[in-house]
């Protein structure tokens, strides 16, 4: 595997199941990245860690928790979305503060 | 506050045709970053080119050129003899310099979908 990779590439949930989605770089990167892209609506950074500790979190709700369990993986845990949580969700990978972000190919997740 | 603006929402072009998209940003740093991504149908956002606020020299890479003008805040990208594996959504984006974690925050345009018919 190269760049950056993220399972699964597609996903529909009910509003009452938990999942995750998976991020994994291959890159030697130590920054992470969640963003949320919906339909008309410029991407929004969600989360961000730099050496496994997050160091943005942009007011979002408590039903997405991530998780970084070392510097190349990311994890995206859902519980009880709602339907307008609907989206594609991209992960990316950057060394360093500044560095140029690499984005996966997204996660489709449709939420009924 | 950064901002980051693209004005087209969709170009439609005929093969072979040259296309610019524009981009305009906004911000209150002297140490930025610039950059443009191209989004196939597929989704994976796709890097194409950093530019750092100190370096205004234009850029081509094949087919692909970006102007930079400090004076009027733009980076423009320019595709040369466009082909129809040029469609795609194409967005600029931009992140501070300073320390703090500030950088690490890329502020996208809304993105431009181009269309490139045979």
């Known amino acids: 595997e190269t760049g950056v990779t993220q399972t699964p590439r597609h996903l529909v949930m009910g509003m009452t199941n938990k999942k995750s989605l998976k991020c994994e770089q291959h890159l030697g990167h130590n920054a992470m990245y969640w963003y949320k892209q919906s339909a008309k609506k410029p991407l929004e950074l969600m989360f961000v860690y730099s050496l496994e500790e997050r160091v943005e979190n942009n007011s979002v709700p408590s039903r997405f928790s991530p998780e970084c369990p070392n510097s190349s993986h990311l994890f995206l845990h859902l519980h009880t979305l709602q339907p307008e949580d609907s989206a594609l969700y991209l992960c990316a990978s950057s060394q360093g503060e500044g560095g140029t972000q690499y984005f996966g190919p997204g996660t489709r997740l449709l939420v009924l | 506050a950064q901002k980051v603006t693209q004005a087209q929402t969709e170009i439609s072009v005929v093969e072979k045709e040259d296309v610019t998209l524009d981009c305009v940003y906004e911000?209150?740093?002297?140490?930025?970053?610039l950059f443009w991504y191209k989004q196939p149908p597929s989704g994976e956002l796709v890097f194409l080119i950093r530019?750092?606020?100190?370096?205004?020299q234009n850029e081509i890479s094949g087919r692909y050129s970006w102007n930079f003008q400090k004076s009027t805040s733009s980076f423009n990208f320019t595709i040369t003899a466009s082909q129809v594996v040029d469609s795609a959504v194409y967005f600029c984006a931009l992140s501070e310099g300073g320390s703090g974690g500030s950088n690490y925050k890329l502020t996208f345009g809304k993105g431009t979908l181009l269309t490139v018919n045979p």
């Open positions: 911000t209150r740093d002297t140490t930025y970053y």
């Open positions: 530019r750092n606020s100190f370096d205004e």
